[in-house]
């Protein structure tokens, strides 16, 4: 089967009182209908952004894309690529997800993600070379 990486970001409407919550139910939702679709991928979200990479079938990933961009949780939608891929990157991860926070923020600004120079804000490399090395860490 011919593979797809779909890589976006968007500007996120979660407000903080209610961030933690939302992202879990995003999270668990995500993860169900990836299961069933065969996506794989991660999520990068922060205060002000998200950045996602998903990766699967051609139809499914425009069918998941779809649904995606039609959540009320963000807005302004960027694709930063889409392109034929030969193997995962992400493999094993219904979804994947790193929040910026105490944690992680120092990992983030390595990669120059700063509220200033936020998610939506950045170049296609930065966000897949951060993506990748937080999903190879214990979350
Ligand atoms: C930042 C963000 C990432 C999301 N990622 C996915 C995803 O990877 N897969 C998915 O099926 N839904 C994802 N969703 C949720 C969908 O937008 C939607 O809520 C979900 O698919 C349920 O669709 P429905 O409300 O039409 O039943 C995401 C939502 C947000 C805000």
């Known amino acids: 089967m011919s593979l797809i990486r779909l890589v ?5 409407r979660l407000v903080d009182a209610n ?11 995500a993860r169900r209908f990836n299961d069933q679709n065969d996506i ?14 998903l990766e699967g079938s ?16 963000h807005t302004a ?7 034929p891929i030969v193997a995962r990157s992400f493999a094993g991860w219904a979804m994947g ?4 926070d105490e944690t992680t923020s120092f990992i983030f600004g390595l990669y120059g ?6 998610l939506h804000a950045q170049p296609l490399e930065i966000l897949i070379d951060l993506a990748g090395e937080l999903a190879g860490r214990p979350i």
């Open 40 to 53: 794989t991928g991660f999520l990068l979200a922060t205060e002000k952004a998200f950045a996602q990479v």
């Open 8 to 12: 976006y970001a968007s500007e996120s």
């Open 97 to 100: 997800i790193a929040e910026r």
């Open 113 to 118: 993600v700063t509220p200033e120079a936020d």
């Open 19 to 29: 961030r933690r919550a939302e992202l879990d139910r995003i999270l668990t939702s």
């Open 77 to 83: 939608f960027r694709v930063l690529s889409e392109e």
């Open 58 to 73: 051609r139809d499914n990933v425009a069918e998941t894309y779809g649904r995606i961009v039609m959540d009320p949780r």
